[in-house]
């Protein structure tokens, strides 16, 4: 029990029921004293004067105040405790704007924030720098492939090479362009080619119409005075008539291409003329290249390789990003040849290399004194066992930050940490869940009722009586036991089961199922797709199951 009970004054009768005995007395005694009572702040201790259900709000009331400052606690004892007079103008933000901000900026923690530093990244940077350096004295570059796992900083570092690339080549006044692709998004050739023809069809037009500017200018001087013309390569006011009506045909012939309906060879040689139609380098990065060969083939790479030896004017270099690092295994050689000239690795950080990568991000981002000492070597240690992964290294010190906000704490701590790290691996578990195919979440929802009735070392033949008995519940095709057991090694290799062989002696060989995800939320996932919604009521079938 609290001590605030120990001296006798509370009220509660459910407390008191806990309370030891000699208690008691003294508390039947007061009970009823201070419904209606007035009382001063300084000789209450709130936590008496009040039942419990006020008391559960008072706590949360003292903990936001509460630390730095007593006096701006925004909690008017008086009031509180007397529950007379109502503060109308509190909001219901107010509470949670009191409290000491953590973050000072936390978009810095955000993947979308491209860092200006990248510490143990200078080798893989410079690497790149010493290729694409040949873009800057108009030469074609070697094509790049950059490889590493996920949140080793390819993205990073290839969006932080191509603005320096850009920003020099701009002061240097020389064509060198780059164009950023992420093929995640940008799934097919259709799209690939579509997009960078529309960036280097709006690219001309804006030449175009800047040339047209001055020439126009040319001509209404040159019309006044033929002279103005004699340092330009033009001998009369009509060629440049003539040089006007050209480059407004070229402007009306470059048509934008639709997102869908032309055949693909027409909107290659739309990408073709449109880059081809000046002087210039251009340096295109396919970042998660792995996604587009794995989705649709290699026929963009080859087409964009073999594009060199065809444009007259300028010239195209590839760098392709992957995080699978057995993706060219799957190109045509020619390809794997041409797209692989020069290959650098971004090896996973380790726990130390992520400390530093987290504390630079940490002074922008957090507030002076937001962190306890352990918390980014926490961060750090956690990503580390996640093949070093800088993303999850600044998701997990993200979501630390916001934990400590929303419990209105002052600063991050460890205990903070590790509910972001349960947090992330549990928002994982849903999002895996949720998009599983309809059969593989029977299944699973076939092993949870299994575990939820009691039955440990669950086997195939059962998850399989249980499968079919809910597959006839809605109405669903039923699989083979075969099949079903498939898609239970595959909810194994996501993490989701944990199945293991055992040996039943003569018996043979089984596999032994347990769910390695928490059971409550991996239901309520299930329980949301609208067609497992209906079997609610399995209970008593997997009951009766059971009894017999
Ligand atoms: P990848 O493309 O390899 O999956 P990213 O480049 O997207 O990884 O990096 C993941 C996150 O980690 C991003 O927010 C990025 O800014 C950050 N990051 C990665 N490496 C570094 C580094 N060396 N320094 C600072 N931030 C980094
Ligand atoms: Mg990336």
Redesign the pocket.
């Known amino acids: 029990m609290t001590e605030h009970e120990t001296d006798g004054h509370t009220t509660d009768t459910t407390d008191s029921m806990d309370e030891p005995e000699e208690d008691e007395h003294e508390e039947q005694k007061e009970a009823g004293d201070d419904d209606e009572q007035t009382v001063r702040p300084s000789d209450i201790d709130i936590h008496e004067s009040i039942g419990n259900d006020t008391l559960d709000d008072l706590d949360v009331e003292l903990e936001n105040g509460g630390g730095s400052s007593t006096e701006s606690t925004g909690v008017d004892l008086d009031e509180v405790v007397l529950e007379e007079t109502k503060d109308d103008s509190k909001g219901l933000f107010d509470d949670l704007l009191s409290g000491e901000p953590i973050f000072e900026n936390k978009e810095v923690l955000?993947?979308s924030?491209?860092?200006h530093?990248?510490?143990?990244?200078t080798d893989q940077i410079n690497q790149m720098a010493t290729i694409l350096v040949s873009a800057l004295r108009g030469e074609t570059p070697s094509n790049i492939l950059i490889y590493?796992?996920?949140?080793?900083?390819?993205?990073?570092?290839a969006k932080f090479v191509s603005q320096e690339l850009e920003s020099t080549s701009q002061k240097y006044d020389v064509p060198c362009e780059v164009e950023y692709i992420n093929c995640e998004v940008t799934d097919t050739q259709y799209r690939v080619l579509a997009q960078l023809a529309n960036k280097f069809i709006e690219k001309n037009h804006a030449l175009i119409d800047d040339r047209l500017d001055s020439l126009r200018d040319l001509r209404s001087t040159a019309a006044d005075d033929s002279e103005r013309l004699s340092d330009t390569r033009f001998d009369t006011v009509d060629d440049v008539d003539e040089r006007i009506a050209d480059l407004e045909t070229d402007r009306e012939e470059m048509e934008t291409v639709p997102m869908t309906g032309w055949p693909t060879d027409r909107v290659y040689s739309t990408f073709f003329e449109a880059v081809d139609y000046n002087e210039r380098v251009v340096v295109i990065m396919l970042?998660e290249i792995d996604k587009l060969v794995e989705k649709s083939g290699d026929d963009t790479l080859y087409n964009l390789s073999r594009m060199n030896s065809e444009l007259d004017n300028s010239r195209i270099s590839i760098m392709g990003?992957s995080?699978d690092l057995k993706f060219t295994d799957f190109l045509d050689p020619r390809v794997k040849s041409s797209l692989g000239e020069e290959e650098i690795v971004?090896p996973p950080?380790d726990a130390n290399?992520l400390r530093d990568?987290l504390q630079?991000?940490a002074d922008i981002a957090f507030k002076g004194d937001a962190l306890t000492d352990d918390v980014i070597p926490l961060c750090a240690a956690f990503a580390a066992q996640e093949h070093g992964?800088?993303?999850r290294?600044?998701d997990l010190l993200r979501t630390a930050g916001e934990l400590a906000e929303r419990s209105q704490a002052d600063t991050v701590e460890e205990a903070h940490v590790r509910q972001a790290q349960d947090k992330i691996e549990l928002d994982r578990v849903v999002e895996v869940v949720r998009t599983l195919p309809t059969q593989s979440k029977i299944v699973l929802f076939s092993i949870i009722l299994l575990e939820k009735n009691g039955v440990h070392n669950i086997n195939t033949g059962e998850v399989f009586n249980i499968y079919k008995r809910l597959c006839e519940e809605i109405d669903a095709d039923i699989l083979t036991q075969r099949r079903v057991t498939d898609l239970i090694s595959e909810l194994d290799m996501l993490g989701i089961v944990n199945a293991v062989v055992v040996s039943k002696g003569r018996y043979g060989r089984t596999k032994e199922i347990s769910l390695s995800v928490p059971i409550d939320e991996t239901e309520a996932v299930l329980l949301s797709d609208s067609r497992l919604g209906n079997i609610e009521d399995a209970q008593p079938f997997v009951q009766a199951r059971f009894d017999n």
């Open positions: 955000r993947p924030y491209t860092p530093e990248l510490p143990h990244r590493g796992k996920t949140g080793t900083g390819k993205t990073a570092s970042d990003i995080n971004f950080y290399q990568i630079h991000r992964d800088a993303r290294a600044l």
